[in-house]
């Protein structure tokens, strides 16, 4: 594909598995990433002549949510043809970060046919970029003109401010204009400075009594999204200061087969009859709960956010039925990896007890997602090893865990690699934190014949550290 006063836009494709393969010099090419519409993608950029004048061209395919983008020094009119291009595409003219203008669906010239006789593809409204992108993409992504696009990268790519003509700058004095960077918004510093958006606990409705607690139905705010979930209460004499709270972590459940307090049944029960109060919030985007504004893996930042904003609901509460200078948390698999963001954040929760916990390297947990998330995550936010993980991940940050750590891990898990748990714990004995790891042969993920004994020593770590029992 040439540029004649031509703008192509587009990005060659890199396979996953190839990607690590390639010479140096291709990664010496500059990339930014792009969210507009409904998604985001991995843009190539093309900002000389040279490369805007190759751009596609002789490449045989688009990765999905991959695209090429093309910056010119001044805004105008610029046309595109389909000259040497394999693979049909979809253009997006951009002027100030919005949408002027787009032909969806531009097929690939046909074989033989002469370079003049291909057609030109131009705006109708001036632009100063162009992006390329997957044919039909922007259909379904729901890329229309007006919408808007945020480009993103290392600071080299960003509008700039206070100009009439519009354009990009990479003039470093006015960096302080540059969006953060990919994932940034997901770096464990980055939630550290978050403020904490809990509140309107409420109680609402009593649903089961039992012998020695009562079951009731939850609801409270995680930012603008309420949140579901079941709280148990024992029945005895309420102490003074309030009961001991434990917070229950379930693990990662399909919300269609999802119910109000499913995935910690048999420990809600087990510790509010041991004398504390027990809530399971189910989180955002299931049960009652509001919907996900997630589309993408998200690192199950949303749901520690909602764990999170429980404490915070909590402390707004101010009630003496709940002691908040006792609060221990128990996860399961994906609520353990919850509980692992949690720990380095907030130092109000005195005990944790983590089942079978995913990693908490984040990295770690791709070999649960397919192949097309993973390549997205790679476009996203780097290859193997890049930065960006290792500011996502709890592991980084476990010289700041303040309260005792206690692992369980079937040797015979077939769903998390018990290597996971092996090395949370390493890790966390290293920095010379109180840890505990117990290993149980035979055992699978969920905790069959060995749940009573893990549950017994939870209880016995619980009651040492929480309800200070010696």
Not at 224 to 234: A, D, V, W
């Amino acid at each position: 594909m040439r540029f004649l006063f031509i703008a192509l836009l587009a990005i060659g494709a890199l396979l996953l598995g190839a990607v690590f393969m390639l010479p140096r010099y291709q990664f010496e090419k500059e990339y930014t990433r792009v969210e507009i519409g409904e998604t985001a993608i991995l843009a190539e950029v093309a900002r000389d002549p040279a490369t805007r004048a190759q751009g596609l061209s002789g490449r045989d395919s688009l990765v999905k949510y991959s695209g090429m983008l093309f910056l010119f020094e001044a805004p105008g009119y610029p046309a595109i043809w389909m000259k040497e291009m394999k693979f049909p595409i979809d253009i997006v003219w951009l002027k100030n970060g919005m949408v002027v203008d787009l032909e969806d669906n531009v097929p690939a010239p046909a074989d033989g046919l002469a370079d003049v006789l291909l057609p030109v593809y131009k705006p109708d409204a001036e632009a100063d970029m162009v992006l390329e992108i997957p044919a039909g993409f922007a259909a379904k992504n729901r890329i229309v003109i007006g919408s808007q696009a945020r480009i993103l990268g290392k600071g080299e790519l960003f509008f700039k401010s206070g100009t009439s003509g519009g354009g990009v700058s990479s003039d470093p004095s006015v960096i302080g204009n540059a969006p953060p960077l990919p994932g940034q918004e997901y770096f464990i510093e980055t939630i550290r400075g978050k403020k904490r958006t809990g509140g309107d606990f409420k109680i609402e409705q009593a649903l089961e009594k039992i012998d020695a607690y009562q079951k009731f139905s939850i609801i409270y705010s995680s930012g603008n999204l309420k949140i579901s979930g079941i709280m148990n209460i024992p029945r005895g004499v309420q102490p003074d200061e309030g009961f001991p709270v434990l917070i229950l972590n379930h693990g990662l459940i399909p919300p269609e087969i999802y119910f109000s307090g499913r995935g910690s049944k048999r420990e809600q029960d087990f510790f509010a009859r041991h004398g504390y109060i027990t809530i399971h919030p189910d989180y955002r985007g299931l049960a009652s709960s509001s919907p996900n504004p997630a589309q993408r893996h998200d690192f199950y930042e949303g749901y520690a956010e909602d764990v999170v904003n429980l404490i915070d609901a909590l402390q707004k509460l101010n009630s003496n039925l709940i002691d908040m200078d006792r609060i221990g948390m128990w996860g399961h698999s994906m609520g353990g990896g919850i509980a692992a963001r949690v720990m380095v954040r907030l130092p109000e929760i005195r005990a944790y007890v983590l089942f079978a916990p995913i990693s908490a390297d984040a990295e770690d947990n791709f070999y649960e997602l397919s192949k097309d998330e993973v390549l997205w995550l790679r476009q996203m936010y780097g290859p193997a090893g890049a930065d960006a993980y290792r500011k996502i991940s709890p592991l980084t940050y476990f010289k700041d865990v303040t309260a005792p750590v206690q692992l369980h891990h079937g040797m015979d898990d077939k769903d998390v690699p018990m290597a996971f748990s092996e090395k949370m714990f390493e890790e966390l004995r290293r920095l010379g934190k109180v840890t505990e790891f117990f290993s149980y042969p035979g055992e699978g993920h969920e905790f069959g014949d060995a749940w009573e004994i893990a549950a017994e020593r939870s209880l016995q770590f619980f009651d040492r550290y929480v309800k200070n029992v010696r």
